[in-house]
Nanobody
Framework: QVQLVESGGGLVQAGGSLRLSCAAS????????MGWFRQAPGKEREFVAA????????YYADSVKGRFTISRDNAKNTVYLQMNSLKPEDTAVYYC?????????????????WGQGTQVTVSS
């Protein structure tokens, strides 16, 4: 069992930055691929980024590539999403996810565990 708690969301102007954190419980955190998803009002949840258990392999949605960076600290049981050059279209609830499989498969959606989400609002 893995419990995920996100933090770091908020209101920011376009062009600004935010850093999301996701703290995970459980001793097996390092065995899981981790990902970030987001859901905007009236839209389906979509993949944002993923990272493998060791942190060497990362994957990004085309819409955030070059602006967002996913990373993890297995000693702290935490995964991060650094978001730069934010745009109003990045406004959404951001969810942390854990999957006991290869990180790249998270691009297709689905995970074993989900956090409760944190709101990110980007004003124009």
């Amino acid at each position: 069992q893995v419990q995920l708690v996100e933090s770091g969301g908020g209101l920011v102007q376009a062009g600004g930055s935010l850093r999301l954190s996701c703290a995970a419980s459980g001793r097996t955190f390092s065995r899981y691929a981790m990902g970030w998803f987001r859901q905007a009002p009236g839209k389906e949840r979509e993949f944002v980024a993923a990272i493998n258990w060791g942190g060497r392999n990362t994957y990004y949605a085309d819409s955030v590539k070059g602006r967002f960076t996913i990373s993890r600290d297995n000693a702290k049981n935490t995964v991060y999403l650094q978001m730069n050059s934010l745009k109003p279209e990045d406004t959404a609830v951001y969810y942390c996810a854990a999957a006991n499989r290869e990180a790249g498969t998270l691009r297709g959606g689905g995970a074993d565990y989900w956090g409760q989400g944190t709101q990110v609002t980007v004003s124009s």
